[in-house]
């Protein structure tokens, strides 16, 4: 029903910059009200981790690996989240996910959902 489609990975050396950015597509049904965003990322032969989150009301909260360098946002208007990274270093490497918990028209709080998207690549190298 819901898609999230992700952009803005790539390869970049140590202290370089990347923006990401992941919109949430509805197939059939028009979204309601996406409640909160969220970015994540996994690097190989780890768990998944929680990197960044904002909920409706714009409050945000930050892992503590992020250390001012990263900055969450959204476009509401546009049902899109951007992940800003700064200073990005080696072990930044990882593929990043984006998770909205969303609400289709036509539905209650009760039927909302999450939904990830495909992932993309971030590769820090010098």
């Known amino acids: 029903q819901v898609q999230l489609v992700e952009s803005g990975g790539g390869t970049v050396q140590p202290g370089g910059s990347l923006r990401l950015a992941c919109t949430a597509r509805?197939?059939?049904?028009?979204?309601?009200?996406?409640?909160?965003m969220g970015w994540y990322r996994q690097a190989p032969g780890k768990g998944r981790e929680l990197v960044a989150v904002i909920d409706v009301r714009g409050r945000i909260n930050y892992a503590a690996f992020v250390k001012g360098r990263f900055t969450i946002s959204s476009d509401n208007a546009e049902n899109t989240a951007f992940l800003q990274m700064n200073s990005l270093q080696p072990e930044d490497t990882a593929v990043y996910l984006c998770n909205f918990h969303v609400q289709l028209e036509d539905t209650d709080y009760s039927d909302s959902f999450g939904v990830w998207g495909q992932g993309t690549q971030v590769t820090v190298s010098s």
């Open positions: 509805a197939n059939s049904s028009r979204i309601s009200r996406i409640y909160g």
